[in-house]
Every structure is written in C-alpha cells, then in structure tokens.
C-alpha cells in the first residue's frame, strides 16, 4: 500500500505528521520544531514521494536510486507533433526542493549515527567537467534549475480586480499583497496588533523562514481595513485579523483554501486570469523598484535574507535600462576622433 501522510491535530494546530516509516517520522518530528508549518508539510509530502516512488527501505537506498528518482520525477520530453500535452513530471524547482528533504533526512540520520546509515545517497553535485581548478576543487550543480524573471500583471488589471471585489476584508487582503509586497501566508498570519495606522506599517511576524519585519503601506490598506474591523469583522476571540464572515465557520482564522477560493473566483469575474497572489508581490515590488526604490529598502520591505534575491527586480525598470543603454550606446565601435570614415 503507498504511503500517505497522516495528520495529527489537536486543538486546531497541526502537531504530528508522520509517514508510517520509523526514521522518516523521527525526522518528522524533528523538522517540527526546525521549519515553519508549510514547509514542515512540503518535506512530509516530498518524502512520501519519494519513497513511494523508489520502493525501498530507508537503509538500502542507494544513489543509483536517486538518479532513478529524477528521471521519474522529471522524464525527457517525447516529441509528438500530435499532441499538445506538456509531458508528464514535476518542475526542476520542485524536484531540487524533493532531494533537499531527501538529503535532510540522511544528514539527519548520519548526525544521529544510526547504525544502518552509512552515507548521504543524495550527491551534493557533479564532478567539475574540464581543467581541474588550481584552487579547491569544485563540483557542478546536481540539477540546474532555470530562474524565470518575475511576471507582473498590468496595473489595469491589479484596478479591474480591486473593483471586483465586494468586501473591505477582501480589499484589505489584495492591497497588502499590491501595495506593500506581502506574501499569502503572511497576510494570512497578520494579527490584530501587527497593524500600525499612526506609523503606516504592518509588523509581519510570520515572515519566510521565521523572520519578522516591518513593512510600509500605504494609506489606501488603513481605509480599508479599518472599514473592515468597524462593519464587517464578526465579534470574535480570535487574534488573527482576517477570519471567515459567514458560514458555520463565521469568526475563524480565515484558511490558505478560503483565500485561494475568493482570488480564483474574482478572477474569473474581473477576466484578470493571470493575476495570482505571489504575481501581485512581484508587480508591487517592480513598481517600487521602478519608481526608484534603493535595493536595500526593497530587500527590507520584501523580506529577503539575501540581496541578490532581491537583484531580480533590477530588469524590470525598462525605461531606466533604455536610458542607460542609449546613453552610452553612441559610443560602441566609433572610431577615434578625428579618424576619417571610408567611403
């Protein structure tokens, strides 16, 4: 029978996820207190793949094993001029994200030195092709995986769907994600004391990786959101600022699953198709950086642990690159001055 992850959950938090195999649910347990929920859950889920896929005991798998694992996860494409079918497998991304759980595990086990675990079958990388370098020696990526520029969607579309939505809460919800870069799971974490009208800024305690930050906003969030809390926020004990407003759920944390229910169905109405929550933070932090925005406040604002993540949105200031590009391009292969052109 294939494994399946078993949830465990105890006054509506999530506590125990485990796999039915022995060492994978003491990593589990470990990865509990290490990472944060949805990651927690994405290595629960990797693991089950994995392991349904190679069929194998954790001690017997080899590295062979894991090669036999990409190329189930990620098959050649087959040509077939017939069809328009994208071939079957799962991205490079995620596939890397898989053999890091993978990989976490045997680290995980090799630090505990149980004895049936020998090595890490997951190589770190390849053997470097060509002239070994003088210095240490290095290793080519295992999986090269591409890095697509963000895609922004235009602002008359980020307005049709701002007019299609029938809520403050719902208002409130895509500003932050259009007006100050938030992620869906941090506004979802947001809480009631994390919002400051007076200094305009929201306290995002629930950041990627567990860091928290303060993020600018403007106004046009603090209009709504407060609209929402004085005529539409059900009397509640619940600290979280977005609950659910009808329904036998009236008053609840509002889920990941509502949010993505209301984004797919008033993208439907405002015929905005390509608007998701992860392309408004893209387009809020082009726009940022395009009005000219420093790297480092938008690395502060984004919430990323590094700057070169942040160096993405460099590309997206077309006209600033124009400018650059035909201020110096005049002066490509023009002869020295004074030089006489050729007939």
């Not at 759920?249 to 209301?262: A, E, K, W, Y």
């Not at 006209?319 to 110096?328: A, H, N, P, T």
């Amino acid at each position: 029978m294939p494994y399946q992850v078993h949830r465990e959950v105890r006054e509506g938090q999530l506590c125990r996820l485990a796999l039915g195999i022995a060492l994978v649910d003491e990593y589990l347990d470990f990865l509990r207190c290490r990472c944060r929920p949805n990651t927690w859950l994405n290595y629960a889920h990797d693991l089950k793949v994995f392991f349904n896929t190679i069929e194998k005991p954790v001690s017997e798998v080899s590295t062979a094993d894991v090669f036999r694992f990409i190329q189930c996860q990620h098959p050649p494409p087959v040509p077939d001029p017939n069809s328009h079918v994208p071939p079957a497998g799962v991205c490079i991304r995620t596939l890397k994200r898989r053999l890091t759980a993978v990989s976490g595990l045997y680290s995980y086990l090799l630090t505990r030195d149980d004895p049936p675990i020998h090595r890490n079958p997951v190589p770190a990388g390849l053997p470097w092709r060509g002239p070994m370098p003088s210095q240490a020696p290095r290793a080519a990526p295992l999986l090269r995986a591409p890095q697509p520029l963000p895609q922004v969607v235009p602002a008359v579309q980020v307005q049709q769907f701002l007019a299609s939505l029938n809520t403050y809460r719902d208002k409130a919800i895509v500003l932050l994600m259009a007006l100050a870069g938030l992620r869906k799971s941090e506004v979802l974490n947001l809480e009631l004391a994390d919002i400051h009208p007076s200094q305009g800024t929201v306290n995002v305690r629930q950041g990627k990786g567990g860091r928290q930050r303060l993020c600018c906003i403007a106004p046009l969030f603090f209009q709504a959101v407060d609209r929402y809390q004085r005529d539409e926020r059900p009397a509640t004990l619940v600290l979280k600022l977005f609950v659910v407003l009808k329904g036998p759920r009236r008053g609840q944390p509002l889920s990941v699953s509502g949010l993505n229910t209301i984004i797919a169905h008033h993208r439907r109405l405002a015929r905005t198709p390509d608007l998701t929550c992860h392309r408004l933070r893209h387009t809020c932090l082009t726009m940022l950086r395009t009005a000219g925005m420093s790297l480092e406040a938008l690395q502060q604002q984004a919430g990323h642990q590094n700057i070169n993540t942040t160096r993405v949105y460099l590309h997206l200031s077309d006209q600033g690159l124009r400018d650059e590009y035909f201020r110096v391009a005049d002066q490509l292969f023009r002869p020295p001055d004074g030089e006489a052109h050729d007939a």
